[in-house]
């Protein structure tokens, strides 16, 4: 039989087939069913248990009556369904070579394969790594022929986001001794992917680009729109573009991203790292250095938390690690980050807050009366830290706060939902006691000036801000180790004297 003889002298290998159909009414018409190819069996790269290098479902072709009286079978379309490529791990590669290089002659010429519903599995020997799965509705291939590369057409399904993805390009000449290493390149385009079928992000995502490779090495440039990207914890959106370079390991679908810059709002920053498979939970692990250099902390606000409009507005950097690990929770609440910042100059958006942190920097500063006549300063904050990041809680091992006149260094947590923060730590003013008001309160606080003098401050005192987001407080916190509040002083009314 024609079929199972070219294809066993193509693969070197056993070919199985369920059903055979010949009719010579309309011309030479075939049709079958249940195809299995398998490589090289002596010896076997798939020991124990042999699985098919190609197999289908269904197919059939036509092809003129003249063709019967040739060596060589010409069909111009074979029309498959449920296609199965099973690649070899590429530890198995060496046990290809068995198979014959030498230039063998086909006996059925095709000029294009259209496929239906075709599943393209990459397998692997390491260890917790499923095979690599590529689900493609719809494939068209063409100018096939052997020691040459065919054009394909063809539409992958993608799980999440949910979407198609569309991609033309070249795919070959076949590597008979080593499938992996078969050079593919081409183009791709990604549109009307729903960000929200990944639990705790929404937004609608598009993207083009081309790669370059092989199957086991594919180098991929590209980039991405999101209109309306959007956090669960903020609620709010905003635009979202990335271009990126990456490395995709086709022995085991991971992803190496080296940088991806990206710009949200009026805010720059760039990542890179590894997004890597993994079987327990399913799903992938997401390792990222990022780096904010022109950003700007409203931007990260408007995204990130609930606070309308963002508590505060200033340039801000920032240089993090970022881990998302696998499984179906929010990804808030999968995000882990560890890193430092600095926001400079920034000013509160709440001018009830701006207008006590002025009243606070003439005080401390030693000019009581400009605080008590409302002087509007409009004071810059600088304010840095080291984080972490986990469970939708930031942690801060340490916080430093600065306008003209005050010092504060404080450790503590915020919720990412902006209800509650608690932080304490120590405030150093330029001032001493007495010289931040007036009239008799100014006298009587002199004696006591010199108890909290230290290390060259005016004043050193123990603080504690607590509250929320849209209306902090401000305090002294004389008793902080014994967790109580019965020696808390408040700012806000000291402000007001």
């Not at 890597?276 to 938390?305: F, K, S, W």
């Not at 469970?391 to 209800?419: A, N």
Request: glycine share 10%; net charge negative.
């Amino acid at each position: 039989m024609r079929v199972i003889e070219t294809l066993s002298n193509r693969f070197k290998g056993k070919v199985e087939l369920a059903t055979l159909s010949v009719s010579l009414v309309k011309g030479l018409e075939v049709s079958g069913s249940g195809l299995k190819i398998y490589g090289p069996t002596d010896p076997n790269p798939y020991a124990p248990g042999v699985q098919a290098l190609i197999s289908l479902q269904e197919f059939h072709f036509h092809a003129g009556v003249r063709n019967l009286f040739r060596s060589n079978v010409h069909v111009d379309t074979v029309y498959v369904k449920g296609m199965e490529l099973n690649i070899p791990p590429k530890e198995n590669r060496q046990e290809f070579t068995s198979m014959s290089s030498q230039t063998r002659k086909m006996s059925i010429i095709v000029d294009k394969f259209v496929c239906e519903d075709t599943k393209l599995l990459i397998n692997t020997l390491k260890p917790g790594k499923p095979p690599l799965e590529f689900a493609i509705g719809d494939l068209r291939m063409k100018d096939i022929g052997a020691g040459q590369p065919m054009r394909f057409d063809a539409t992958l399904v993608n799980p999440k986001p949910v979407g198609n993805i569309h991609s033309t390009g070249l795919f070959g000449p076949w590597d008979e001794s080593s499938p992996r290493d078969t050079p593919v390149h081409g183009e791709y385009s990604f549109s009307n992917a729903d960000l929200s079928t990944i639990k705790g992000i929404g937004g609608i995502l598009s993207s083009t680009g081309e790669y370059a490779g092989t199957l086991s090495d594919i180098v991929v440039d590209g980039k991405t729109d999101t209109p309306d990207f959007r956090i669960a914890t903020g609620g709010r959106s905003a635009p979202l573009h990335t271009e990126f370079h990456a490395t995709v390991d086709g022995t085991s679908g991971d992803t190496y991203l080296k940088p991806v810059k990206a710009t949200l709002l009026h805010s720059s920053f760039t990542a890179s790292g590894s997004v890597t498979r993994v079987h327990d939970p399913n799903g992938h692990d997401v390792e990222l250095d990022v780096v904010l250099d022109h950003a700007q902390i409203e931007d990260l606000l408007e995204l990130g938390v609930r606070t309308d409009p963002p508590v505060m507005s200033g340039p801000v950097e920032m240089k993090t690690k970022l881990s998302l690990r696998p499984g179906g929770a929010d990804v808030a609440n999968r995000l882990q980050l560890a890193g430092n910042f600095h926001v400079f100059g920034a000013h509160f958006t709440n001018e009830k807050v701006q207008s006590r942190l002025d009243s606070l920097s003439l005080r401390t500063q030693g000019k009581p009366k400009e605080a008590q006549d409302g002087v509007e300063e409009n004071v810059p904050v600088d304010l840095r830290g080291v984080f972490t990041l986990g469970d939708g809680s930031l942690s801060f091992s340490l916080l430093h706060f600065l306008i003209p006149g005050t010092r504060v260094d404080m450790t503590g947590e915020y919720s990412l939902d902006g209800r509650t923060f608690d932080f304490r730590g120590k405030a150093r003013l330029d001032a001493k006691l007495s010289q931040m008001t007036t009239g008799w309160k100014s006298i009587l606080l002199r004696p006591v000036d010199r108890f909290f003098s230290k290390d060259g401050a005016g004043t050193e005192i123990p603080v504690r801000i607590t509250g929320t987001e849209s209306a902090p407080h401000f305090g002294l916190d004389f008793h902080h180790k014994d967790e109580g509040r019965a020696g808390e002083t408040n700012y806000d009314s000291a402000a007001k004297r």
